[in-house]
T-cell receptor
Framework: ETGVTQSPTHLIKTRGQQVTLRCSSQ?????VSWYQQALGQGPQFIFQ???????GRGNFPPRFSGLQFPNYSSELNVNALELDDSALYLC????????????FGNGTRLTVT | LAKTTQPISMDSYEGQEVNITCSHN???????ITWYQQFPSQGPRFIIQ???TKVTNEVASLFIPADRKSSTLSLPRVSLSDTAVYYC??????????????FGKGTKLSVIP
């Protein structure tokens, strides 16, 4: 069973740039969700995709957008980066959109300078 | 949207039982409660999930009172390897097949030899 993998592991960007983060779901999972985790804080829900459709969104501006592909992998795109976007971005997959255990990757550490 | 509150930190000696309580006063009827464990530089790992009363698995128990406004994660006989941050997560159904996932700020558990 392949777990959730995220790429890249670390990234440095400049304010105003755009970034794309990638996530491969665990085998057999059709739901993926993304989280932003600032240092010392809990993960903050960005959005969730179920079978390529967004089915939940947290309190994040539209410059945070995403995609889920037919193989259930996913991307998180962030436009017009701000310094406060510096954080660990976590992806999680689950078996279905019904409440079920989330399987997390180890995240992408984004630094915005 | 359910808001969660947890103690910031707890200390325990090896071999003791640890109880971590999460408050979620405005939890809704269909919301689920889940707990995760996170080690540094890793994504959170699922521990246990429940809706009401008591749930037990091989690593923990989850107690949820009748009013569901709080939940308590119980870790029996902790060891040094249980030193981690523990998060309470409320999974809320927000209609039309959409979900909101709200993590608490986490409880840092330190197990002392």
């Amino acid at each position: 069973e392949t777990g959730v993998t995220q790429s890249p592991t670390h990234l440095i960007k400049t304010r105003g740039q755009q970034v794309t983060l990638r996530c491969s779901s665990q085998s057999g999972h059709n739901t993926v969700s993304w989280y932003q985790q600032a240092l010392g804080q809990g993960p903050q829900f960005i959005f969730q995709y179920y079978r390529e459709e967004e089915n939940g969104r947290g309190n994040f501006p539209p410059r945070f957008s995403g995609l889920q592909f037919p193989n259930y992998s996913s991307e998180l795109n962030v436009n017009a980066l701000e310094l406060d976007d510096s954080a660990l971005y976590l992806c999680a997959s689950s078996l279905d959109r019904e409440p079920s255990p989330l399987h997390f990757g180890n995240g992408t550490r984004l630094t915005v300078t | 949207l359910a808001k969660t509150t947890q103690p910031i930190s707890m200390d325990s000696y090896e071999g003791q039982e640890v109880n971590i309580t999460c408050s979620h006063n405005n939890i809704a009827t269909n919301d689920y409660i889940t707990w995760y464990q996170q080690f540094p530089s890793q994504g959170p790992r699922f521990i246990i999930q429940g809706y009401k009363t008591k749930v037990t698995n091989e690593v923990a128990s989850l107690f949820i009172p009748a009013d569901r406004k709080s939940s308590t994660l119980s870790l029996p006989r902790v060891s040094l390897s249980d030193t981690a941050v523990y998060y309470c997560l409320v999974v809320a159904y927000s209609g039309a097949g959409s979900y909101q996932l709200t993590f608490g700020k986490g409880t840092k558990l330190s197990v002392i030899p």
